[in-house]
């Protein structure tokens, strides 16, 4: 069978930002400290709870969660965007500084930074990093799921920009 040809990278571009995605934060503690601001994650299965976040090969993060074996995930409320983009920046501080000035517990279950007012929190073993692209897909057997406040309105990532939800 004759190979298909795919869609240009730029035109698949414009297609998914039409698509609203949830913002959030993943984050890696300990000796291998990171954090980093997504929008590919979504819940995978109930049995066994896990769930999917995917990371360019390229960035840091990647190497985090590679090497530690776990990762934590903030879902940001609307009211979350300069962390948003503080955790997007190429530029941003690295290792225990990343978080100065910024609200966070330890969690549990992985020793990760868990940010502070976030809609809620999860917390993952990595089970599985398989290949995509210029990502992996990463995904996190659930070892701590936890809701923050019911009443916060959620954020969202749409055409470039961050959006906010009814809460």
Known sequence: MPETETVAA??????????ATGVVVLTVGGEHVNAMTANAFTSLSLDPPTVLACVARTATMHRSITAAGRFAVSLLSADQEDLARRFADSSRPRGGALFSSVAVRTGAATGAPLLDGALAWVECELAHDYEGGTHSIFVGRVLSAELGSPHSASMVYQGGKFHRTAG
Request: charge should be positive; glycine fraction near 10%; avoid cysteine.
């Open 10 to 19: 730029p035109s698949l571009r414009g297609v998914m930002s039409r698509f």
